[in-house]
C-alpha cells in the first residue's frame, strides 16, 4: 500500500512561484511513474508533469512547459513540483499519483493552488 500526502499549495500572485511536494510512504518498490495532476473547477482532471521512478524521464503538458519541473528524491520517497511564472489558469487542487506496472495507481488528497490579484 502506498499513502501519499500533498503539500505546499497556497495563494500566489500571477507570475508568482510555488513548490508543492509530495510525500510518499509505503511499498515503493513497484511504482513505476510519479506524476502530478490537476483539476480546476468545471474542468476534468488533467496530467501535469510525470517522472519515472528509476530513470527520471520527465513529460509536461505543454500549457505548464518551460514553467513547471517535476523532480523527485527517492531516498526520502519525495516527488515535487516547481511551479514558476504562476498564471491564473493554473489554479487548481494539484494532486500526487503513484502508478505500478500492474495497473494499481495511489492518488493523494490534493493541495489547492490560488493564483489570483
Known amino acids: 500500500q502506498v499513502q501519499l500526502v500533498e503539500s505546499g499549495g497556497g495563494l500566489v500572485q500571477p507570475g508568482g512561484s510555488l513548490r508543492l511536494s509530495c510525500a510518499a510512504s509505503g511499498s515503493i518498490f513497484s511504482i513505476n511513474a510519479m506524476r502530478w495532476y ?3 473547477p468545471g474542468k476534468q482532471r488533467e496530467l501535469v508533469a510525470a517522472i519515472t ?7 509536461y503538458a505543454d500549457s505548464v512547459k518551460g514553467r513547471f519541473t ?3 528524491d527517492n531516498a526520502k520517497n519525495m516527488l515535487y513540483l516547481q511551479m514558476n511564472s504562476l498564471k491564473p ?3 487548481a487542487v494539484y494532486y500526487c ?4 506496472n500492474s495497473g494499481m495507481e495511489y492518488w493523494g488528497q490534493g493541495t489547492l493552488v490560488t493564483v489570483s490579484s
Do not use: H
Open 97 to 100: 499519483n503513484f502508478f505500478r
Open 53 to 59: 521512478r528509476i530513470i527520471g524521464t520527465t513529460n
Open 89 to 91: 489558469e493554473d489554479t
Open 38 to 40: 490537476r483539476q480546476a
Open 70 to 72: 517535476i523532480s523527485r
